[in-house]
Structures are given as C-alpha cells and as structure tokens.
C-alpha cells in the first residue's frame, strides 16, 4: 500500500559532494552539495546544483571551474559545517581544518583531505529555479593511493559520506551484488 | 598521496534508479540508471540521464513522462536485469516479476513493487554526448506505507540498492550524524 508525500525534492541515496571553488577574490572556497551526480558518459559530465544566492555560485561563475570532493565518513563533522555557513563571511577551510591545492588542469582548489577528487570544467548550465544545474566536465579523478585496491578505487577505503532523505548522513553497508552480472540468469 | 586516474565518470555513491516509461507501443517498459539525481529544490526536479540509442528514450519522448523507482536491495538481481536487456527484445517487467502501475499524474508506468516512486514529467532537456540528460518535474513521491516512520521515509525500511565505482551494488550503512547540525559547532 503507497502513500502519496506529494511533490518533493527526494531520491535515495543522495551525494555529500564538497564543492571547493575560488570565490571572486581568487580565495578557496568550499560548499557541500547534495544535488548532483554523473550526467553523461562521454565525455565524463558530473552535474551539481548551486543556488543563485551562495557565494560558491559567485566563484564559479567568475572562474567557470570546480572541484567534486568525496568526504569520509570521520569528515561528518566538517562536510555539515561548510554547508551551513557562507563562505563571503567565514574562513569555512580554515575552521574545517580542510587544505586547499591548487588544481592541475582547473582554476579551482581541491581538498587534501578527501580521498577523492574531481577536477572540472563547466561547459554547461541550465538555471532551474532555485538552483543552477551546472554541468562539469571531469578532466580529472585524482584518488587517494591508500583508497586503491588492485588499482581500483576501493569504496571501502574512501568510507564516502552518503546523504539521507532527512538530512541525515551514513556510511555504505554491506556488498549486495556484482553488477553486469547478477541480473543475467533472468534471461 | 593521491593518483590521477584521468577524465571518468565516476562519483560516490550513484543510484540505482529504476527509470520506468510506456514505450513506443505504449507498453510498460523499465530500465536501470545510475546517472542521475535531484538538480532543483523548487520546483522540485531529478536529472536522470539515458543514452540516445536506449528503447526507454524512445517512450520518454514519446510520453514526455517517467517514474523513478527506488529498488530495495532484494531487488538487486531484478535492477540488474533491466539494466542489460532491452525492453525492444524482452519483456523485462514479466521476467523480472515487476508489477507495473498507472501512475495517477503523468504518462508513466510506476512499479507496484519498489517502496519509492517519483512520478515525473519531463520538463527540460540537455543533450551531453552519449546521453540526453531529462529534468523531470517531480509532481507526486509516493512510499510504502511500511516504509514510513512518524509519517517520515525511513532510509532502513526503504533498504535502497547503491551504485558503487566499480559496477556493484550497496546497501546503505549506518547513521553517521544529523546534517544542519553536527557541524554547527565549528562555527
């Protein structure tokens, strides 16, 4: 039996993605994202939705570029605190203990701190009422080396921060299943 | 230390959508997507990204509607069915044991069987590259009864299928921290 919750913005599961950025005086910056994801395969677009009013959304426009940072899970903590506050009147890395390195291919910092990292570019946008969806694309994933396994990232090791339908934050449970495969046998 | 990997799409966590449509003979029709997720708060919308050659492209342009269903993690071998075959050559839903529903608000099939359902018009659109990426209007959530705490989606009850970075699937973990909150202290 369904309930009807109307109309909302929910989907499970959702990112915890740290968005860093220069602000307009060229400053690292930094906001926590939950309206994002992959958008196409080739080339490698991530899409993340900023609100017209956030000085992230400043910097971005200014220097068409930013990073997708994946928080861990004993970065709760400091993933809440940069979503929560404005970066036009809080020094948000400073107090967050986050680092800020200068990007090799995009004029936007990355996070030390995060195990993994997407350099991009925005090459489009569509303004969607609150938010403006901008489209990124990846020029590079810089990983962690201790989050490899095999050479893969090993999402074990990242420990991603995930986020909840009641803004809440968890950790990735137990192996389910391969995919490409599991579902092959229903033929 | 930290690896470049080079440009990819990847990101942590990804969904596991089932994206259902009618198709182009107006029969139900489902398959899985990982690119995707919330891009607007208000109007509520969701991205989801499907790849121009896809069967389900096919009905969502021809209904200009989806459903976005959230698998349960008993589900996975059912989400990874759909996710391999067409919907032009198999009867996905029938082999998979998936109920389809009209929805009450737009032209697309939900499925009786997931605990969480978008009913979804599509809105706007991006062509990327190799995906055409729909905003949908999000205008009904509809959730098991039984997955509701104090009136609330509860992520436990709900037992989602998570995406990870190498092709498997996920369950959810456990609670982290309270978002808007725990980093409050930082300040």
Redesign the interface.
Same mark, same amino acid.
């Given at each position: 039996?369904?309930?009807?919750? /109307? %109309?909302?913005?929910? &989907?499970? %599961?959702?990112?915890a993605?740290l968005v860093a950025s220069y602000d307009q005086d060229s400053k690292p910056n930094v906001m926590t994202v &939950?309206?994002? *994801?992959? $958008?196409?395969?080739?080339?490698? !677009?991530? /899409?993340v939705?900023i609100?017209h009013h956030r000085w992230t959304y400043e910097g971005i426009e200014k220097h068409q570029a930013f990073t997708?940072n994946?928080p861990k899970?004993s970065q &709760?903590?400091?993933?809440? !605190?940069? /979503?929560?506050?404005s970066g036009k009147t809080?020094d948000k890395l400073a107090?967050?203990g986050l680092t800020a390195v200068k990007s090799?291919l995009v004029e936007a910092p990355y996070l030390q701190e995060c195990p993994?990292?997407?350099e991009c570019k925005v090459d489009?946008y #569509?303004d969607? *009422?609150?938010?403006r969806?901008y489209?990124g #694309?990846?020029?590079?994933? @810089?990983?962690?080396?201790?989050a #490899?396994t095999d050479g @893969?990232?090993d999402?074990r090791k $990242?420990d %991603?921060?995930?986020?909840? %339908?009641?803004?809440?934050?968890?950790?990735? *449970?137990?192996?389910? &299943?391969?995919?490409?495969?599991? /579902?092959?046998?229903?033929?």
């Open positions: 039996m369904k309930v009807s919750l /109307g %109309p909302r913005a929910v &989907a499970i %599961p959702m990112p993605f &939950a309206w994002g *994801g992959i $958008v196409n395969s080739e080339p490698p !677009y991530i /899409g939705s609100r997708v994946i899970t &709760a903590q400091e993933t809440d !605190y940069v /979503g929560i506050f809080h107090k967050a090799d993994l990292v997407l489009k #569509l969607l *009422g609150t938010h969806l489209v #694309l990846i020029l590079d994933v @810089k990983v962690n080396e201790n #490899l @893969k990232i999402i $990242v %991603p921060l995930i986020f909840g %339908p009641n803004q809440d934050y968890y950790q990735i *449970g137990d192996f389910v &299943a391969k995919a490409f495969s599991v /579902g092959k046998s229903l033929k």
